[in-house]
């Protein structure tokens, strides 16, 4: 197999994986919250983020150098799509390594409506970067 396909293996698994846990992020877990009480669902929450936190910061590392790579490799200064799709992705990949130097100036219920806002704007971004990757080859 060449490093381009592995690469792109890569890529795209560690995209599904950031995808999925946005989406659940955004559409399970309010679900959960009205099923719950405050305190059984923050420490359900408590017990989940750094386990999903961990995973997040090796996934979206894959996720990024993949990326890069690919970037170089399929690199065309004419392609606007790509440009965009790879200044979404450096968008997305910042909020995410960024959100920790973020949300610890908030508390309570300002806080969790930052986070609302903040995880429902990257999956948005990520949705934007789907369509570009599926149309930016095609035109």
């Avoid at 490093?3 to 992020?25: D, E, N, P, Q, T």
Wanted: charged share 15%; glycine share 6%.
């Amino acid at each position: 197999m060449s490093l381009v396909i592995a690469a792109k293996l890569i890529h795209i698994a560690s995209a599904i994986l950031f995808i999925g846990c946005i989406y659940f992020r955004n559409f399970i877990l309010p679900r959960a919250r009205l099923a719950l009480d405050g305190a059984q669902f923050e420490a359900m929450e408590s017990a989940l983020s750094p386990r999903t936190r961990l995973m997040g910061k090796i996934n979206n590392t894959l996720l990024l150098f993949s990326g890069l790579f690919l970037a170089y490799t399929y690199f065309d200064p004419t392609n606007v799509l790509l440009h965009v799709k790879m200044t979404l992705g450096l968008i997305v990949i910042a909020m995410f390594f960024g959100a920790p130097l973020i949300m610890h100036r908030f508390v309570g219920e300002k806080k969790r409506k930052i986070k609302t806002i903040y995880h429902h704007v990257m999956f948005a971004l990520m949705v934007c970067i789907v369509m570009l990757s599926q149309t930016m080859f095609a035109l």
